[in-house]
């Protein structure tokens, strides 16, 4: 019964399962967490991830690892391997000024180029920016950044043996995969190739960068022997982790909210709303992100002094459209649509209406129609949904459930609750041993089917019109 290792170092924890390769049953798991802030010395992911890894009963059992991280964080070594500065996390927003000017030298279809490019637009989390902040604030750190990686390529490379003092035969180990690489804005998703000119434009020389790898290729092993795969983004491996197949739309309603797509074919969105990422299959994983979810549903269970189970309980019993409320909820600002200093707003109150159990539905539909917003920008690039695959936090309340299914007009599919990053990096893993992607068991998952309400999507989306057109 051979074991695999799947890893999630995301920006608040590390998460490790260990699972049986032929069955993907469960063995052990283990958590620990990271340091706050958007600028963290990696060296504190390399201890949680070990302190986490102890905590599932180690490694030394395990036949191959992957680690799925967080995306697009800039982690740059010197030509010893030793880290040149902290890395800036994908929420580290001091390079937007860089995503601006990269887009503005570009000429006046700037956004188309980046977009036939690189698959996106660039905005201050990806890399490239990141860079290009650093060569400008930082001029004697860019000289020094001898080689560049991400979070996870950074900990593949640690469990790999490399670290400072490894030298050129180091930095000459560095992996990634297609799935982070895209999300660096000097990879392209529809050539496979990184792109020298943007790091002539931004770092200002051309440094060593990970060999990425193909979908099941271990091209690193452990110290004990054990395979490291490519490994992933953290969306990417959440795909992994809850199955999706092209076709598939995933929403995941955390902190923020997130809506991606396994596509069959590159996509390029001069609008900036979808980015043009690849997935860790093969295929490709267009993505957008709302930056209000879950906050929105905390803070209106705060104002009525209710818990969260209660405030689902609250908006079930009210009808849906919330006796004509409709919150706009950009409290934020927000990404989708790309409003940086928008504000929320509540729309349509009235003395009859204006009671806990309509705020409480307000809530709740005011999220879903931000992530149907995300979602309408996926059908205006062609990509038709087979299935609505519903994660996250948020995903738990059954108010979220019916009220996305409702507005979207289609069944939502919630999976168990689990570690889907985690366990995609363990179900590549498993696949990077066998050669193939194993047939494990699928979670089971709740299928929700809601009555259709367009007026409740088309009450929101004008309110949002009259504020922000």
């Not at 979670?443 to 809601?450: E, G, I, K, N, W």
């Not at 999507?457 to 504020?467: F, P, V």
Request: hydrophobic share 45%.
């Amino acid at each position: 019964m051979p074991l695999v290792a799947g890893v999630d170092s995301s920006t608040q924890s590390c998460k490790v399962v260990i699972r049986d390769a032929e069955t993907g049953a469960l063995q052990r798991q283990g958590t620990a967490r990271h340091a706050p802030g958007t600028e963290v010395d990696p060296e504190t992911w390399w201890l949680a991830l070990n302190e986490a890894a102890q905590a599932a009963g180690g490694l030394d059992d395990v036949a191959a690892v992957a680690v799925s991280g967080q995306q697009h964080g800039m982690v740059c070594l010197d030509a010893d391997g030793a880290v040149v500065r902290p890395a800036l996390l994908w929420n580290d927003t001091r390079s937007s000024g860089a995503a601006a000017d990269m887009i503005a030298e570009a000429g006046p279809d700037g956004a188309q180029y980046w977009a036939e490019t690189t698959g996106s637009v660039p905005v201050a989390s990806f890399t490239a920016a990141k860079l290009r902040w650093l060569a400008e604030n930082e001029p004697e750190n860019a000289a020094r950044t001898a080689a560049v990686c991400l979070p996870h390529d950074w900990l593949s490379w640690r469990l790999a043996g490399y670290g400072p003092g490894s030298g050129a035969e180091g930095l000459a180990a560095l992996r990634t995969d297609r799935s982070d690489a895209s999300g660096t804005a000097y990879w392209s998703p529809a050539t496979g190739e990184y792109l020298s000119s943007v790091l002539e434009s931004t770092l200002g020389h051309v440094p060593v960068l990970p060999a990425v790898l193909e979908p099941l290729e271990s091209g690193l092993t452990t110290p004990s022997g054990a395979l490291i795969g490519p490994g992933a983004g953290d969306n990417a491996g959440a795909a992994l982790g809850v199955g999706a197949g092209v076709g598939d739309i995933v929403i995941s309603v955390g902190t923020s909210g997130t809506v991606f797509a396994v596509a069959d074919q590159p996509t390029a969105d001069p609008s900036g709303l979808v980015a043009g990422f690849a997935d860790a299959t093969g295929n490709f994983l267009p993505l957008a992100a709302t930056l209000n979810a879950s906050r929105v549903l905390d803070s209106t269970a705060g104002i009525l002094g209710v818990s969260l189970p209660e405030l689902t309980g609250l908006a079930l019993s009210a009808e849906p459209g919330a006796g004509g409320l409709s919150l706009v909820p950009y409290f934020e600002g927000e990404r989708t649509p790309n409003l940086p200093d928008a504000q929320a707003s509540l729309h349509g109150m009235t003395l009859a209406n204006y009671v806990p159990a309509n705020l409480a539905r307000a809530a709740f539909e005011g999220v879903a129609c931000s992530l149907a917003d995300a979602f309408r920008a996926f059908t205006e690039l062609g990509i038709e949904a087979r299935r609505v695959i519903l994660v996250g936090g948020g995903a738990r309340s059954a108010a979220m459930q019916q009220t996305l299914s409702s507005v979207l007009g289609m069944p939502v599919e919630v999976p168990e609750p689990g570690e889907y990053v985690a366990d995609g990096a363990a179900r590549q893993a498993a696949a990077v041993l066998a050669g193939q992607w194993p047939e494990w068991k699928t979670q089971d998952s709740l299928t929700v089917d809601a009555p259709p309400a367009p007026q409740v999507l088309e009450r929101y989306r004008a309110a949002a019109d009259r504020q922000y057109r």
